[in-house]
């Protein structure tokens, strides 16, 4: 990122947030390289980015470590990667809490992998989509040194051990490491999440939308246009060598509720909200959090939008795209 124009590599790049950090690096005028197996991400996030000649993308599972070496040898011999931005993950927590094994194998092992592959090819620097899940139940505003960390789901645990073995690295060749522990993140192209969860809900009862736990969970969400504009300023202008940041809405929180009512405004004004009542919305679940990101604001970066309005900007997006 220090030259204007190098490589860089996203893995998750098919995903939600890595196919917009993708559009993003390119209009910056990277050469980006981008590597997802599918598994959650879709081939059409990426449409502007095939479009162009200085994308590349290989399906590929990140876990599969000689096959990502063999075609990445063939890739950068001219042009090494200057950056690794590591996003593959398994993104849907309730899958995790099902079946440990799946964020064994897509939260930690990518990272664990990825900075196996970063070595031979001489790659020295990582940015990391981390999460506010690695806190656990936390009291009080979480600052990026709050501790001792007790995340309450597999996803939190392992994105917590991807932190543990990117610090390890630092100590042999890792030259320096971003890490970004996101917020709710909302937005065009979701995957997942509780905006996308309603209104795939409403497609398949239109008379009610049953909505897990109270409504009364609250949580700060980030538009992913502000999410990615802050990821790269933290990256152009913070050079220690491990670089933890909470990413996340001004101090501000929204219920979810409030979504709920907000999906039905904008969608099915006439369907009724059943909620299944209980404080979680399933296990693993952290019902409320306040972020702290006065670290980040000191940088120079705060967002332009509320919580409340980022959540509204996401749902005019994703009515259209859901439907
Ligand atoms: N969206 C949020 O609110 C949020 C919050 C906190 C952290 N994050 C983190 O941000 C990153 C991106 O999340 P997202 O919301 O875009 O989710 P996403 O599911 O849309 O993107 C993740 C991508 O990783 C890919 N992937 C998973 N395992 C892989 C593997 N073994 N090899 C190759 N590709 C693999 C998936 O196919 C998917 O395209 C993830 O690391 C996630 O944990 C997201």
Redesign the pocket.
Known sequence: MEHPLTTCLV?????????HLVDHLLALGHRVVG????????RT?LAQALRRPDFIFLE?????FDGCRQKLRELVTDKPIDTVW???????IRAGTADPEVDL???F??TF?VLKLMQPFGCRKLA??????IYGPHPGDLTEDAGPLQPISN?GAM?LASEGVISAALETFLERAWI???????GS?????VIYDFLKKLQTNAGELEVLGDGRQEKPYLH?SELIEAMIFIVQNVKEKLNPFNIGADGSATTVRYIAEAVLRATLPHARIRYTGGAQGWPGDVPKFSYSIEKLRRLGWTPKLTSDQAVDRAIAELVKEVA
Do not use: E, M, W
């Not at 590929?60 to 599969?64: L, P």
């Not at 590591?86 to 849907?92: E, I, P």
């Not at 970004?180 to 909302?186: Q, Y």
């Open positions: 893995t998750g790049a098919a995903g939600f947030i890595g196919s590597i997802d197996n599918l598994l959650l991400g879709k996030n590929q599972d990140v876990n599969d590591h996003l593959a993950a398994n993104s849907d194998r897509h939260t092992l990518t992998n990391f989509a981390s999460s506010s899940a996803y994105k970004f522990r996101f917020p709710n993140v909302v192209r979701a995957t997942h999440g992913v």
